[in-house]
């Protein structure tokens, strides 16, 4: 099946830094997903890219959907306190998927004050 | 905005025991799905439905059953609870499969099995 490499593992950052992440894919996506997940709650879509080359942004994230269609990445800039959590990127299981993601490992981030 | 609820944020249930997590969605989603997560293992897919009383085996089906009777409401079921079914589970839904895949997930079910 679909693999998704998602890196870093984990960040220890300092408030203010900014931070970067991304994912890789074994097989090529029409579709990138980025979750963030808080200590005890279920993961909350950020950001969702459709084409390739695509820059999309929310508040301080920005997520971009790469030109080879097998990676992704997302930025969060000037980071605070609250963006600690549990980051995922996610894309279509593939085949007859009726919908499932496949899903990275996590980036958990730690931020300083 | 899509809303997904759980119906227990937390569960202690004892080994043997039946258990019920129930989720429901109100978009409209055709599809449903159960994950279970666990550290260093990621969401991992128990089953998924894709319509009223479908439903298909995700990755990790062993020891759990599903029931959706209505399209809002997407049952897991454990039939005989065991201490490595411990785990924070995660419902989620989403429209049917085409080019928008976005998952919404509710809040997450911690049960603890002694």
């Known amino acids: 099946g679909q693999q998704l490499n998602q890196s870093p593992q984990s960040m220890f950052i300092q408030e203010g830094e900014d931070v970067s992440m991304n994912c890789t894919s074994s097989?090529?996506?029409?579709?990138w997903l980025w979750y963030k997940q808080e200590p005890g709650e279920g993961p909350v879509l950020l950001i969702a890219?459709?084409?390739?080359?695509e820059l999309t942004s929310n508040g301080r994230l920005t997520a971009q959907f790469g030109i080879t269609r097998k990676d992704s990445f997302l930025n969060i800039s000037a980071s605070i306190p609250s963006d600690v959590g549990i980051y995922f990127c996610?894309?279509?299981?593939?085949?007859?998927?009726?919908?499932?993601?496949?899903f990275g490992q996590g980036t958990i981030l730690t931020v300083h004050p | 905005d899509v809303k997904v609820t759980q119906s227990s944020r937390y569960l202690v249930k004892r080994t043997g025991e039946k258990v019920f997590l129930e989720c429901v969605q109100d978009?409209?989603?055709?599809?449903m799905f159960w994950y279970r997560q666990d550290p260093g293992l990621g969401l991992r897919l128990i089953y998924f439905?894709?319509?009223?009383?479908?439903?298909e085996k995700g990755d990790i089906p062993e020891g759990y059953s599903v029931s959706r009777e209505k399209k809002e409401r997407f049952s897991l079921i454990l039939e005989s609870a065991s201490t490595n079914q411990t785990s924070m589970y995660l419902c989620?839904?989403?429209?049917?499969?085409?080019?928008?895949?976005?998952?919404?997930f509710g809040p997450g079910t911690r049960l603890t099995v002694l």
């Open positions: 996610a894309g279509p299981a593939g085949g007859t998927s009726y919908g499932k993601l496949t």
């Open positions: 989620a839904s989403s429209f049917r499969s085409g080019r928008r895949n976005e998952q919404f």
């Open positions: 890219l459709y084409k390739a080359g």
């Open positions: 097989s090529i996506f029409n579709t």
């Open positions: 978009m409209d989603h055709e599809n």
């Open positions: 439905s894709y319509d009223v009383k479908m439903k």
